[in-house]
T-cell receptor
Framework: AQKVTQAQTEISVVEKEDVTLDCVYE???????LFWYKQPPSGELVFLIR??????QNEISGRYSWNFQKSTSSFNFTITASQVVDSAVYFC??????????????FGKGTKLSVIP | SQTIHQWPATLVQPVGSPLSLECTVE??????LYWYRQAAGRGLQLLFY??????ISSEVPQNLSASRPQDRQFILSSKKLLLSDSGFYLC?????????????FGPGTRLTVL
């Protein structure tokens, strides 16, 4: 079975602080994809990043960076110099193959990030 | 480019009334389509998915149903709404099923059952 754990339910930081959102996953698949999504107050889930299990290189995109470590089954997300616009719920997800041609995502329960001005 | 639409954006319905939520995707063909519900607790619950016209798979038994009458149209329905059906309903589609499987989400429908 697939499982994604985001142990941090809510985090509050002051603007310009760095913050790391944790994600730990479980899967028996040797090939899999991991994802991060952002859900701002408007509600729509915004895709941030996809990482496949064979690529353990860290990735940086502006103030965002992702640390993928297969040894610890973790895919953590760091926001550097946080801004108020970063306030949102962030979801980590794992791709599982559910058969019959469908590929489902298993989501964590999300981490609510509040950036205080 | 691809676009996903959902309507209505918000809906307030009495208990026992019917429901029809619509999702359409533009700019792609034969997508995998998904319905999720997000209750007040924030977690995303997969309700239905479809790999093609007329092909629906249900993940959770409930009083909801889904249909896919056209390639890029996915409908979520209920004959009689319950209070517990309140929530935020999200439709999603997959780009390149079996290759990258990135799900892209629509703007959502916020349903309140009174």
């Amino acid at each position: 079975a697939q499982k994604v754990t985001q142990a941090q339910t809510e985090i509050s930081v002051v603007e310009k602080e760095d913050v790391t959102l944790d994600c730990v996953y479980e899967t028996r698949d040797t090939t899999y994809y991991l994802f991060w999504y952002k859900q701002p107050p408007s509600g729509e889930l915004v895709f941030l990043i996809r990482r496949n299990s064979f690529d353990e290189q860290n990735e940086i995109s502006g103030r965002y960076s992702w640390n993928f470590q297969k040894s610890t089954s973790s895919f953590n997300f760091t926001i550097t110099a946080s801004q108020v616009v970063d306030s949102a719920v962030y979801f980590c997800a794992l791709r599982a193959y559910s058969g019959a041609g469908s590929y489902q995502l298993t989501f964590g329960k999300g981490t609510k990030l509040s950036v205080i001005p | 480019s691809q676009t996903i639409h959902q309507w209505p954006a918000t809906l307030v319905q009495p208990v026992g009334s019917p429901l029809s939520l619509e999702c359409t995707v533009e700019g792609t063909s034969n997508p995998n389509l998904y319905w999720y519900r997000q209750a007040a607790g924030r977690g995303l619950q997969l309700l239905f998915y479809s790999v093609g016209i007329g092909q629906i798979s249900s993940e959770v038994p409930q009083n909801l149903s889904a249909s896919r009458p056209q390639d890029r149209q996915f409908i979520l329905s209920s004959k009689k709404l319950l209070l517990s059906d309140s929530g935020f309903y999200l439709c999603a589609w997959i780009e390149r099923p079996g290759v990258t499987d990135t799900q892209y989400f629509g703007p959502g429908t916020r349903l309140t059952v009174l």
